[in-house]
């Protein structure tokens, strides 16, 4: 069954988003290395996996449409080098600007589940496919950057909603576009209106998830 012409439209944010985004995720990434006393290269490679490791998952494994935009596209690459360049300069006052990074985050993480879920979408995939690879591109990058220093991934154990406000934003889009038929830029920008509010109360009221199964008292 052809993909819906209506659907299939890329979703395109401005570069200057899209770049931003990976600059701050880029940092988070390099702040990591830098309090674990990485090297250059350590700080360059956690820089690299937060800033664009949910887009290589989304393109290399799911969408497969020829190389990876970050990969096509040099701007991503320095994107990457200027976080680095930042965490490394002022990572003694990066600390102080927790916040803002914060509302930051919870912006970026809005607009590539957009982009991820536009990207699906215009590649042909079903909507429930289209919702996964949304979330996989707004997530994807912490995922990759716990693996790489060992840590279990924060997306997998009980904290503050997360991978749920990316979901519902997402899920959001991909109804939308189909059932309500709204024009994209409307239900891009209601998409990520959703994920950015419900991340944001998420931290201001410490809204968490719980585990399925109480851990045990300890003795």
Same mark, same amino acid.
């Given at each position: 069954?052809?993909?819906?012409?209506?659907?299939?439209?890329?979703?395109?944010?401005?570069?200057?988003?899209?770049?931003?985004?990976?600059?701050?995720?880029?940092?988070?990434?390099?702040?990591?290395?830098?309090?674990?006393?990485?090297?250059?290269?350590?700080?360059?490679?956690?820089?690299?996996?937060?800033?664009?490791?949910?887009?290589?998952?989304?393109?290399?494994?799911?969408?497969?449409?020829? /190389?990876?935009?970050?990969?096509?596209?040099?701007? #991503?690459?320095? !994107?990457? =080098?200027? @976080?680095? +360049?930042?965490?490394? $300069? *002022?990572?003694?006052?990066?600390?102080?600007?927790?916040?803002?990074?914060?509302?930051?985050?919870?912006?970026?993480?809005?607009?590539?589940?957009?982009?991820?879920?536009?990207?699906?979408?215009?590649?042909?995939?079903?909507?429930?496919?289209?919702?996964?690879?949304?979330?996989?591109?707004?997530?994807?990058?912490?995922?990759?950057?716990?693996?790489?220093?060992?840590?279990? /991934?924060?997306?997998?154990?009980?904290?503050?909603? #997360?991978?749920? !406000?990316? =979901?519902? @934003?997402? +899920?959001?889009?991909? $109804? *939308?576009?189909?059932?309500?038929?709204?024009?994209?830029?409307?239900?891009?920008?209601?998409?990520?209106?959703?994920?950015?509010?419900?991340?944001?109360?998420?931290?201001?009221?410490?809204?968490?998830?719980?585990?399925?199964?109480?851990?045990?008292?300890?003795?």
């Amino acid at each position: 069954m052809p993909a819906d012409p209506l659907i299939t439209q890329t979703v395109t944010l401005p570069i200057t988003i899209d770049l931003g985004a990976t600059v701050l995720f880029s940092i988070t990434g390099a702040m990591v290395a830098i309090r674990r006393h990485y090297d250059f290269v350590g700080v360059f490679v956690l820089a690299l996996a937060c800033g664009l490791g949910g887009g290589l998952l989304r393109d290399g494994l799911f969408i497969q449409a020829g /190389p990876p935009a970050a990969m096509r596209d040099g701007s #991503y690459m320095l !994107a990457v =080098l200027a @976080g680095c +360049a930042v965490a490394v $300069l *002022f990572h003694q006052h990066v600390e102080r600007w927790s916040k803002p990074f914060l509302i930051f985050d919870a912006l970026g993480t809005g607009a590539y589940g957009v982009v991820g879920a536009g990207k699906a979408f215009e590649a042909g995939l079903a909507i429930p496919a289209c919702i996964f690879v949304g979330v996989v591109n707004a997530v994807g990058s912490g995922l990759i950057r716990d693996v790489l220093v060992r840590e279990e /991934p924060l997306m997998l154990k009980p904290g503050q909603f #997360y991978v749920i !406000a990316s =979901l519902l @934003g997402v +899920a959001g889009f991909g $109804l *939308f576009t189909r059932c309500f038929h709204l024009p994209l830029a409307i239900s891009a920008i209601s998409a990520i209106a959703i994920t950015f509010v419900i991340r944001l109360l998420a931290i201001s009221f410490d809204w968490r998830t719980k585990s399925v199964v109480p851990s045990p008292p300890s003795e």
